[in-house]
């Protein structure tokens, strides 16, 4: 599989279905993510959320992830434990297990299990039988972190655990961050996608449903794409009225999302330097399963503090809330219904991708890249390298200028102020988060002022 745009010659007359019933092949290198798979493998370099710390209770809870059936739960300790889901005594599950004050005990035989995976007590058989199982055998566990109502894991081998990522938007001034998770029933390469694909809001979003944001993201912005090595950028800029508004998808490889405000920017008012809406990881459970676990973000710079509710965190997810009747889905697609009807694995084979699919093509190969250079023996570069005394910068957010049409080329000018805007946040990365704010909001105004922006582009 290439990951070129590719077009397969016409052999498909009029009524010529006949001719297009072939099986196409499914993206086998990428969506495969079980163990023991090149993507799995991957995968598994990174640190992932797994569960809302809300989910976990008193008793232990079965969850998936990376194609691996896992239990999770809170010993009497109140530490958090990950661990396979079957007793290496006789197999039973552990999500029957009993949390102790150390650790999680079998309900079959009684054996006592530490979080770390340590056999700590096995009842009922002579000390020294005891003493060399304990020594000799372990149950499967994975480090886990319970960070702001999200419980992440890291699944690689521990001894190239990297440290835990921290990005700029974790801790932002005057923000929320409120955890919330979606399910998608099909392949996690497909969910993935819509990130650096700003085209679909216009139709997905607006015109083809109904106006589940604003009314701006009807416009079809002038696109463009930033490969950043491990992390992709997709701008749509938009004209609404006098205004020229940008607004900036990414993704960080292989799977943090974020992207601009879902309800607070609509392009009609001026919006210096807007940030996500959603700080987000698309994370498989199986090859057929993806969970997005997020954190919505609420303040001044993303969406506003009405739309916290468990509503509003759908609807900044897609436009649509979750659960709903076959008749509310046809009348108004979302998300969940553009990536799960494409098939649970979709045939990759059988796409026809276009100038406006760039930013999928472009992370595609470079995931490919990534995976093939593991197999290879190349640990993937994390997104913290480089960043360990300061947040990881990222760009995901909206920016919003007074600029008019000069009357002449407007897509020039759109184009012209897109990159503008991006140029002023790479400018200022690196910097302290006020003195960021500070450079790239004076960087925008005088962006907005700028009539060399207009003339040379106009
Ligand atoms: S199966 Fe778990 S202790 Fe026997
Ligand atoms: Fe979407």
């Known amino acids: 599989m290439t990951d070129s745009i590719r077009y397969r010659p016409k052999q498909d007359l009029a009524h010529g279905g006949y001719h297009q019933t072939w099986i196409g092949k499914s993206d086998a290198e990428l969506t495969e993510i079980g163990p023991n798979t090149p993507c799995g493998e991957y995968l598994r370099r990174f640190w992932h959320p797994v569960a809302l710390a809300s989910e976990l209770g008193a008793r232990p809870r079965l969850v998936q992830v990376l194609g691996e059936d896992l239990v999770l739960f809170r010993d009497k ?26 650790g999680i005990r079998c309900c079959y035989h009684g054996w006592l299990f530490d979080i770390d995976g340590a056999v700590l007590e096995v009842p009922g058989q002579p000390k020294k039988v005891e ?15 319970d960070y702001k109502g999200l419980i992440f894991a890291y699944l690689g081998p521990p001894e190239l655990k990297p440290a835990f990522p921290v990005y700029d938007t974790f801790d932002l001034p005057g923000q929320e961050l409120v955890p919330y998770k979606a399910p998608f029933h099909c392949n996690w390469l497909q969910v993935l996608d819509a990130i650096v694909d700003p085209l679909h809001t216009a139709f997905l979003h607006s015109r083809t449903s109904r106006e589940q944001f604003s009314k701006g993201f009807g416009e079809i912005g002038e696109m463009k794409f930033y490969d950043r090595t491990t992390s992709f950028l997709g701008t749509s800029t938009r004209r609404v009225g006098e205004n020229v508004w940008v607004r900036t998808n990414e993704l960080v490889l292989p799977n943090f999302t974020q992207a601009g405000a879902a309800f607070a920017a609509d392009g009609s008012e001026r919006r210096y330097y807007g940030r996500t809406a959603f700080v987000r990881w698309v994370v498989p459970l199986s090859d057929e399963e993806t969970t997005c676990f997020a954190w919505a973000v609420f303040g001044d710079r993303a969406d506003p503090p ?46 026809h991708l276009v100038p406006s699919d760039r930013g999928i093509v472009g992370y595609r190969k470079r995931l490919r890249s990534l995976v093939r250079a593991l197999q290879d023996g190349t640990e993937p570069v994390q997104a913290a390298d480089g960043w360990h005394d300061s947040p990881i910068p990222t760009y995901g957010g909206d920016t919003v200028l007074h600029k008019p049409s000069n009357g002449s080329d407007d897509g020039a000018l759109l184009r012209a102020v897109g990159e503008a805007v991006m140029e002023a946040q790479f400018e200022a990365e690196g910097l302290p988060e006020d003195e960021r704010v500070e450079s790239v909001v004076r960087r925008l105004k005088q962006i907005e002022s700028d009539e060399r922006v207009d003339q040379e582009f106009g």
């Open 306 to 351: 009405e739309y916290n509710t468990p509503e509003g965190c759908e609807l900044i997810e897609q436009g649509e809330l979750f659960d709903r009747s076959d008749e509310e889905k046809k009348l108004f697609p979302a998300d969940a219904e553009a990536t799960e009807s494409m098939g649970t694995v979709t045939e990759h084979e059988k796409e």
């Open 131 to 145: 003493e060399r199982v304990c020594q000799t055998v372990t149950l499967g566990a994975y480090p886990v972190k």
């Open 77 to 102: 300790s109140d530490r958090i434990g990950l661990v396979h889901r079957r007793c290496p005594h006789r197999r039973s599950s552990l999500e029957y297990g009993v949390p102790e004050e150390r």
